[in-house]
């Protein structure tokens, strides 16, 4: 019989990847959502997927949920949605909380053989305690209590931080049309152009991912980090790449952190710490977790399978 994996987030970005590629390795894939009746859930059950109603505040909900799982994806996408109005730190609390919440209920699933967790390095170990950034080091802060407190659940996890999603390029952080000038763009961003970063397409990278260490559970348990990346290029080579596959001419200005604060607000505070935490940190992200930091060319994954920043940008080139 094939196993079941219970994925957290599946309607969206990074739980959807995860979903569709475990559908497509023949797995039975158990789809938790809040709303059963959306587009994104409707379309899972039409592939196969069985859906499942919890959200992650509810434990007694995500204990039904995680029945008889072998493997459970979790992640938690609060940070974002609670920044307007507990701001950073009561965000990135919020963020932890909802993560060991997970952890307990899966800590206490008896069929449990694989817990993959989404959380992310730590700016404070990367870059010092000046750099701070509350939606990755609360992420960190949960992988570290789920190692001093629940030592068996550590045995069976891998924690996967994900790269900065190039999908940002035509969403949330897209470059903008400067009126009058004949199509003239510009990216506004708090960093150096040469803040190197760790970029991935979600939507097909997470669930090659996914299932490439799945089939090959001793090279990251226990409790080692994987990193979800093709590329690892300076900020404003993103830029350049966006323009080269859309046509656009595009211009890279670097702002200062109270400029982005006062354009975005608190969003622009945090989206400021992240890119200040990664100037600092340099290029190589795995260096304060050693050996327990794992790539996906230590997994064995065939680069044939994932879209690196290029080709994800042109496979969504009319979004551009
Ligand atoms: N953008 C980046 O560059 C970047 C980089 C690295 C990591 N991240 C991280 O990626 C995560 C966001 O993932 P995403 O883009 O996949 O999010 P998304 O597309 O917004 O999807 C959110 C998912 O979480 C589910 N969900 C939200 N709250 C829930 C709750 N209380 N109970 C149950 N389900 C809940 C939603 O399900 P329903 O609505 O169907 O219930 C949906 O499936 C965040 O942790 C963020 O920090 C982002």
Request: hydrophobic share 40%; proline share 4%; charged share 20%.
């Amino acid at each position: 019989m094939a196993k079941l994996i219970v994925v957290c987030g599946a309607t969206g970005q990074v739980g959807g990847s995860v979903a569709h590629r475990m559908l497509k390795e023949g797995w039975r894939v158990r789809a938790i959502t809040r709303n059963v009746n959306g587009d994104a859930a409707k379309a899972l059950a039409k592939q196969g997927a069985e859906l499942t109603t919890a959200d992650f505040d509810d434990e007694a909900s995500l204990t039904k949920a995680f029945e008889g799982a072998n493997v459970i994806f979790a992640l938690t996408s609060q940070f974002w949605e609670h920044l307007m109005t507990l701001g950073q730190q009561g965000a990135g609390e919020k963020e932890y909380a909802q993560l060991l919440t997970i952890a307990r209920v899966a800590n206490q699933t008896p069929s449990l053989e694989h817990f993959v967790l989404h959380t992310l390095a730590s700016g404070e170990k990367l870059a010092g305690p000046e750099y701070v950034c509350p939606h990755w080091d609360y992420k960190d802060k949960a992988a570290d209590e789920i190692k001093r407190s629940m030592p068996d659940l550590a045995a069976k996890t891998t924690f996967l931080w994900i790269g900065w999603f190039v999908s940002n390029m035509w969403t949330l952080l897209r470059p903008m049309e400067v009126p009058g000038t004949y199509g003239g763009h510009i990216w506004l961003v708090p960093g150096a152009a040469s803040t190197p970063m760790y970029m991935t397409d979600v939507a097909t990278n997470v669930g090659v991912f996914v299932h490439h260490l799945l089939a090959k559970p001793h090279l990251s348990l226990p409790a080692k980090y994987v990193s979800v990346h093709t590329d690892i290029l300076p900020y404003g080579e993103a830029l350049k790449a966006w323009s080269a596959v859309s046509g656009k001419r595009a211009e890279y200005i670097e702002i200062s952190d109270e400029v982005c604060e006062g354009l975005m607000g608190v969003f622009g505070k945090e989206l400021a710490s992240q890119l200040r935490m990664n100037e600092k940190a340099g290029g190589d992200w795995g260096r304060p977790y050693g050996k327990d930091f794992v790539t996906g060319e230590e997994l064995g994954i065939p680069a044939s399978e994932l879209l690196n920043l290029r080709q994800s940008l042109e496979a969504n080139k009319e979004k551009l």
